[in-house]
């Protein structure tokens, strides 16, 4: 049987930020809970423009990479309460259930407390509809903890790490 993969895509529209550390966080320790390991980072930042090329063979391959991942953790920063809107163009492009049987992760980076149910309100219905399964909590990481994100990240996955495995066990 082989190890879990773990995958991430950053609907960040800079490459290398905050929310990338984030997320990047979250598969490491995800991965060492559940035996598995971090396989294709997608930060849509790095696409550009060819996120809404329907054509554009790059986006396509990561798009296929990710579908094939055990656990999809997917990450934005919080603008106007809700994700980015690169991210919301990348998922787009997949129609229902292109996630069936990947378990996803919704992660969001905020820089207010008032905004955190929206990685419960609007990301997670978002990856549902795609067919994915969410079966714990979404983390959601004020802009002020990020010192401290290890911490963070590990009280979250407490929970988390038990509801993926009950999932896995089920699949």
Known sequence: MRAPVVGVVVGNPRSGSRTTKVAREVADQLAASIG???????ELADHGPAVL????????ADMATLSEVDVLVVASPTYKASYTG?????LDRYGPPALG?????????GGAPAHAMAVEVHLRPLLVELGAVVPTRGLYVLESDIDRLTEVV????TGAVTALGAVRVSN
């Open 36 to 42: 598995g390991k971090v396989g294709a980072v997608v």
């Open 53 to 60: 090329d329907s054509d554009s063979p790059a986006v396509r």
């Open 86 to 90: 690169l991210l919301k163009a990348f």
């Open 101 to 109: 049987g990947v378990v996803a992760v919704p992660v969001m980076v």
């Open 154 to 157: 590990a009280d979250w996955s």
